[in-house]
């Protein structure tokens, strides 16, 4: 098994038994060169033994659906199989299907839930590739509203018809970053984890949500997939496997001057043919896009 150098601030249980070695310390090795306290979002994603109530061998359904105005939503799922070997736990990610396939190693002695890994790593991807952003950077921004500006409420959740008590932990990464000209219609964009040791994996939902529709002049049509939540609202994955209600944990937002100004100076006076990776040309609709996973069930182990 491959194991990784401790780093300031980032838990070594997460990365020495959960995550396969480069995707883990790409996306948690970004932490201050000092130490500092661990916040309590850091604990539940990353010091927590997500699969401890696993019993294995057994295989956890997520549905992935995408929601969004500028490109074609879908639907499709995530699927963790977890195995005891030796007397450790194995995973094997498979993150969604056919040219959207993006899967991890195998990752022996797991402990926290790969899914949680996968998920930000395709985010990361999306905005590299929608903004021509770095990776680096994405990780960075991520690993630090983590480490410093987590939102952490308690919420309840409904999964398999039971009601549980779950942890909804909400990061806006970009909203006060002073570099993010470049991509300034995704700076809106939120990240939501919903945690909850009552349900397999401890995973229960992982989301994003880029909300320009409130923006002056915003072209608010979306393209929406095939028994898609509402906007802003978080996803069922199936009709069976419930739905979280939203937390109580309430965002800054630009104000509408300022969003104005710092959406139309820019972008909208770039001809379309220049416009800059992140930026909308003139007419055309600011990016709303909302990406939801849910766990759906525990599936029959293979025979």
Not at 25 to 49: G, H, K, Y
Not at 50 to 73: D, I, M, Q, W
Not at 84 to 102: M, N, P, Q
Not at 134 to 159: C, D, H, M, P, W
Request: positive net charge; aromatic residues 6%.
């Amino acid at each position: 098994m491959n194991r990784l150098p401790l780093v300031a601030g980032v838990a070594p249980a997460w990365h020495a038994r959960s995550l396969c070695a480069a995707a883990a310390l790409a996306l948690l090795a970004l932490a201050p060169a000092r130490a500092q306290p661990v916040s309590p979002a850091e604990v539940l994603l990353f010091e927590t033994d997500h699969l401890a109530r696993v019993k294995a061998p057994a295989t956890l359904v997520y549905a992935f659906r995408k929601v969004s105005n500028v490109e074609p939503a879908f639907t499709d799922n995530v699927q963790l199989e977890v195995s005891r070997e030796k007397g450790a736990l194995h995973a094997e990610l498979h993150f969604l299907s056919g040219e959207r396939k993006h899967e991890l190693p195998g990752i022996d002695d797991v402990h926290g839930n790969p899914v949680l890994l996968g998920f930000l790593e395709r985010d990361i991807a999306e905005m590299k590739r929608l903004t021509g952003g770095s990776s680096g950077y994405f990780r960075k921004r991520i690993r630090l509203a983590l480490a410093e500006g987590a939102q952490v409420t308690s919420q309840r959740i409904t999964y398999q018809g039971k009601t549980l008590d779950a942890k909804a932990i909400r990061i806006q990464p970009y909203l006060d970053d002073p570099l993010h000209a470049r991509f300034e219609h995704y700076v809106r964009k939120t990240y939501t984890f919903v945690i909850s040791d009552a349900v397999p994996g401890g995973i229960y939902q992982l989301s994003t949500s880029l909300a320009n529709a409130s923006l002056p002049g915003a072209v608010v049509a979306r393209t929406a997939a095939t028994g898609a939540a509402a906007p802003g609202k978080a996803g069922s994955g199936t009709a069976t496997s419930g739905t979280a209600k939203s937390g109580t944990a309430k965002f800054r937002t630009p104000a509408a001057g300022a969003a104005r100004a710092n959406m139309a100076a820019p972008a909208m006076a770039m001809p379309a043919a220049a416009a800059a990776p992140g930026m909308t040309p003139p007419g055309a609709a600011l990016p709303v896009i909302d990406e939801t996973l849910t766990l759906v069930k525990v599936a029959e182990p293979k025979r």
